[in-house]
């Protein structure tokens, strides 16, 4: 690592150190004790702007703050069968580890369809797997490999992915805007599997609009990708849905064990285990009450609307040309 960027590392670190003590608390939560670390990806983030970077790690600290973001492990989603809706309709889980050691979170992006519980369950849900990855699933790889392990690989499941994912667009971009803002640089890669041609199409507009480090981070694989992702990986750690070409659904799969983003997975039960047993210690009393953690929803950055406008335009085009859609009457009628 060069001069400057000892330099700004020293700087922000300088900086950051001059907050008030709730905020270092709540930063204790974000470094886990690798504090160096920390600092390099909100410095990544903003392009080595000391400045930038620290604005947006002392923002990202008063989100945690004012959203009672560190106590989100102890608040589940009561009751059972409401989480099981989520996860039916959140497509996310883990799969394994890389050869590295770094955790395998696949994603059902084409077959999440979002619509058994409110927006704020479901942004609920996915901070509480980003906190349950930072501050135990990463940690634990990192005691278990001997080294610090801060990222983790992203594999993308397109299958199914339809002209009706249209209206997922706005929820997408509030989960995407707030891990751009307050979960930096913890994607090592993203793989793409499954693609259909809706995206391919969607891809070729998209690509140039995203910064030159998360092009870097992209890869967009033939088929399943199984060949290339057991490069990296052991089969055993494979996502459901790149085990077989021409596996079909990556929400139906026959063992639900080996279905990682079903409840009924080790990842999924033991993180509700843990979420439970995180609200006895806050709460020892109080008993559990349904109920959705509201979250101040960030506004996305002005790079990130555009993309998401951008998918919008270009489903509407690939809508329009192939008569996916039909007017009656002047009203609109969508046909799937």
Not at 239 to 261: I, L, Q, V, W, Y
Request: with cysteine.
């Amino acid at each position: 690592m060069g001069i400057v960027s000892q330099d700004a590392i020293k700087q922000l670190q300088d900086l950051i150190l001059q907050v008030d003590d709730p905020l270092k608390n709540t930063f204790q939560n974000i470094h886990q004790g690798f504090l160096t670390e920390t600092i390099v990806r909100f410095l990544k983030a903003r392009d080595w702007n000391v400045a930038k970077a620290n604005k947006m790690l002392v923002d990202c600290l008063n989100w945690r703050k004012q959203n009672e973001i560190d106590n989100m492990l102890s608040k589940p989603i009561v009751p059972i069968d409401l989480y099981r809706a989520v996860r039916d309709s959140q497509l996310v889980g883990l799969s394994g580890y890389s050869k590295e050691g770094l955790p395998v979170f696949a994603i059902g992006v084409g077959q999440s369809t979002f619509d058994k519980a409110s927006v704020h369950y479901y942004v609920q849900s996915h901070i509480q797997l980003n906190e349950y990855r930072d501050r135990v699933v990463l940690p634990q790889a990192t005691q278990k490999y001997g080294r610090h392990i801060g990222t983790c690989i992203k594999i993308l499941d397109m299958t199914g992915l339809k002209l009706s994912a249209l209206s997922q667009v706005k929820l997408l971009t509030v989960i995407s805007t707030i891990d751009d803002l307050n979960y930096p640089e913890k994607t090592e890669t993203y793989y793409i599997v499954n693609v259909p041609y809706i995206f391919s199409s969607c891809w070729k507009i998209v690509k140039p609009l995203l910064q030159e480090r998360t092009r870097r981070k992209v890869q967009v694989l033939q088929g399943c990708g199984r060949d290339e992702l057991l490069k990296i990986m052991d089969y055993a750690s494979l996502p459901h849905f790149c085990r077989k070409e021409g596996s079909g659904s990556s929400r139906n799969f026959s063992n639900a064990t080996s279905n990682c983003f079903s409840l009924d997975h080790d990842f999924h039960q033991q993180l509700y285990l843990y979420m439970k047993n995180q609200s006895l210690i806050v709460n020892p009393v109080m008993p559990l009450k349904q109920g959705s953690f509201h979250v101040a929803f960030p506004e996305p950055n002005p790079d990130g609307s555009k993309i998401a406008q951008t998918i919008e335009s270009e489903f509407h085009k690939f809508e329009d040309r192939n008569g996916i859609s039909r007017s009656l009457g002047g009203l609109k009628i969508n046909i799937e």
